[in-house]
């Protein structure tokens, strides 16, 4: 069985979602995984910003803009009268819901409800406009198997025990439909799997229902050699391993969530990068194996700190690593890069929540500097048993460029390095002109 994952884009107009069915296979046993309409999350995160700041008026507002976006899409979705008037019915309890909530005293808990409804109107709207063309599906609630633990993780045991249970229920069906990015957390409250989330979404029914293949279906043709949002003339890779996709997708390519590769890859499941838009083009296809080719893409990731602890105690001294490392596990926080000299140390955080209690207890090691505003710029490739020259012609490449770390050799695939945030747009062109 399939896993096929519909992104914003691939849904975000009627005329889309209706098209739909030129990519699926109504006749093949198969779960559509959608995301929210296009531009609904970014709406839905500003409704939540007013509500948490108290501002009813302004989430009034914003309500009343997304609901008549919502009021036009079913217009054009629905042609018979019947199924309209069900399309209105969803939209004005997912906007009736949204509305109520400024009753309530509103957290962190209703603002996650608040992020919800997105996947859960285009998935129903799907669904309802798939009774209206006589093409049969089943609606699985998300909420139902998705969960994720007390540290955020999802639990992967529980999703097939909770989802097969739900497919062996409808045997005679073929197509079932559900929700992206969402799940339910430890407390039983609604949550999701952060921004993006629906290809985690994904890969873990894959990993869950060990499907034959995922496929992640969005408005590019697949990985390509850089990011095409600032590089210009970049290239669809047409294979990667999973340890190189989830390089780039940790690293900053969008085009996957951060987390999306790791169950399909401890599965052994293949995982396509298509695009809607040209269903005929062949895409990335991430499995196990590698191809020796060489350097194959390059991504960035900002708003990374870099922090620095230099220490004369650290000379000689075993366990001076253990001990910086497990302040960073105090604080559940996960370090990117790291590099290392005889009397100090450079890595780099992402999550700053914690970093002052951080540098506080750093501070007993020795002088700590912290530089902000960096970006990691990730070489993926096989660099393989020969790795040689590779490092050579990256650094060429920004010979011209202040480099602030650079971290190679920790894995056969990445080659990082550290630069100003500033220095970045230049860095992946200068980049990709010399090494592509
Ligand atoms: P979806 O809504 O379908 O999930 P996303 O916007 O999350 O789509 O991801 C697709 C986008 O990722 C592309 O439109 C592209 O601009 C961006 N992107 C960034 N880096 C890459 C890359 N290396 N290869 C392909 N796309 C990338
Ligand atoms: N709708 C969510 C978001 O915009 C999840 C996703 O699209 O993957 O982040
Ligand atoms: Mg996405």
Not at 73 to 80: P, S
Not at 82 to 94: M, N, P, Q, T
Not at 119 to 138: D, F, K, M, R
Not at 325 to 338: A, G, L, N, P
């Amino acid at each position: 069985m399939k896993v096929l994952k519909f992104g914003g884009t691939s849904v975000g107009s009627p005329d889309r979602m209706k098209k739909l069915l030129n990519i699926i296979n109504a006749d093949e046993r198969q779960i559509v995984v959608l995301s929210a309409v296009s531009g609904t999350t970014n709406s839905l995160v500003e409704i939540g910003q007013a509500y948490l700041a108290s501002d009813k008026a302004r989430a009034a507002t914003l309500i009343a803009t997304l609901k008549d976006k919502y009021e036009l899409f079913i217009k054009e979705l629905f042609n018979d009268e019947k199924c309209l008037s069900r399309g209105k019915e969803v939209i004005d309890y997912h906007f009736g819901l949204l509305s109520q909530l400024s009753n309530d005293l509103f957290t962190h808990i209703e603002d996650k409800i608040v992020l919800a409804q997105g996947e859960l109107l285009s998935t129903t709207l799907y669904h309802v406009y798939l009774q209206e063309i006589g093409v049969p599906s089943v609606l699985l609630p998300a909420l139902d198997f998705m969960r994720v633990d007390e540290d955020h993780e999802p639990v992967v045991d529980y999703i097939t025990d909770h989802i097969n249970p739900l497919l062996n229920k409808h045997l005679e069906n073929k197509l079932f439909i559900t929700q992206g990015y969402i799940c339910k957390n430890s407390f039983g409250e609604i949550d999701n799997l952060r921004r993006g989330g629906s290809d985690y979404t994904a890969s873990l029914i894959g990993a869950a229902i060990r499907s034959e293949e995922v496929q992640i279906w969005t408005d590019i043709d697949g990985m390509h050699n850089n990011d095409p949002r600032i590089v210009k003339s970049t290239q669809p890779i047409s294979q990667l391993s999973f340890d190189e996709a989830a390089e780039l997708a940790y690293f900053g390519a969008k085009i996957l969530h951060p987390q999306s590769v790791f169950p399909a890859q401890k599965y052994k499941i293949p995982v396509r990068l298509l695009n809607t838009m040209d269903p005929q083009a062949a895409g990335t296809l991430i499995t196990g194996d590698s191809v020796k080719d060489g350097i194959k893409s390059i991504a960035a990731k900002d708003d990374i700190t870099a922090i620095k602890i230099q220490s004369s105690r650290m000379l000689l001294a075993y366990g001076f690593l253990r001990r910086v490392f497990e302040v960073f596990e105090r604080y559940k926080t996960s370090i990117d890069m790291i590099t290392t000299s005889e009397v100090g140390v450079s890595l780099t955080i992402d999550d700053t929540t914690h970093l002052g209690d951080i540098t506080k207890e750093l501070n007993s090691f020795g002088s700590v500097e912290l530089d902000v505003n960096h970006t990691i710029i990730c070489v993926v490739g096989d660099f393989g048993a020969d790795k040689h020259g590779y490092a050579a012609r990256v650094l060429e490449s920004v010979k011209h460029i202040p480099i602030r770390m650079i971290s190679y050799g920790g894995s056969d695939h990445n080659l990082s390095l550290l630069v100003k945030t500033e220095d970045k747009v230049e860095a992946l062109r200068s980049l990709h002109s010399r090494l592509f």
